[in-house]
């Protein structure tokens, strides 16, 4: 039987070495993330570092990609492990670290994310051991059920990123430019060198250690293709504040004009 958070999907994708396309949410209603999920996303990009969404919100853009081949991923502002916790236990089909800075961390957010002995994640399941027979079984299937991504978005972080892609049980890494090129004292100069390099490395080293390398980006079809030919698997393109923006300006813009 197939998780009800779509991974098994997403993640066959991914190790297949299809491309996948997301796209970010931020507004409470999730009914964003159905629609974003009957457009047909591989999966939605849940958006809790820059949002004013609350739990309950979370768990309402979970639900709504239930019966769609739509996986979603939660993204959270920092590693901490009492942070991540009740987001687990919703069941969606990843959490995406946000400022991860070293092997050390990282290490420490997948012991967060799994059950004694190889971690020390409380048990508490409810969505996730739907049509589960047991705890037993529940726990044999358990790390399968989530992937674990580290959002690389630091310089700190890349100069220790040789560790982090080695740590055990850590599924993929994504890319944070504007704020990678931010610790370079760089923000938003992403055609600088010493910008490009740092993410040539970033993606790079992902590759070479096997993750699922992915990024969250604007909707820059150009970038998506330079990126996808080094290797990166998965794009969270845009946000729903941004497409209804440029779609409602459009009109705007048109009618306007024949006044």
Known sequence: MSSINNVERFRERLENNQICVGTSVQVCDPLMSEVAAEAGN?????EMEHSHMSRADVMGHIMACRGTPTAPLVRVSHPD?????????MCPAGIVISMLESAEQTEMIV????YPPKGFRGFGPIRNMYGIDSTAEYLEKADDQILIIA????????????????????????????D????????????DPEVLEAIDT?????????LHVGCSI???????????????????????????FDGTKEVADKVHALA
């Open 151 to 178: 959002h690389i978005e630091t310089i700190q972080a890349v100069r220790d990123l040789d560790a982090i892609v080695r740590i055990p049980g850590l599924d993929g890494i994504s890319l944070g430019r504007n």
């Open 81 to 89: 492990p009492n942070l991540i916790k009740p987001y687990l236990d």
């Open 218 to 244: 604007g909707s820059d079809v150009d970038q998506v293709a330079e990126w996808r030919a080094k290797g990166m698997k998965w794009f969270a393109l845009g946000e729903e504040v941004g497409y209804f």
């Open 180 to 191: 990678l090129s931010g610790t370079l004292g760089k923000l938003g100069q992403h055609d």
């Open 111 to 114: 012991r967060a994310c799994r």
């Open 42 to 46: 591989d999966f939605i990009w849940i």
């Open 202 to 210: 970033v993606i790079s080293k992902g590759v070479e250690a096997g």
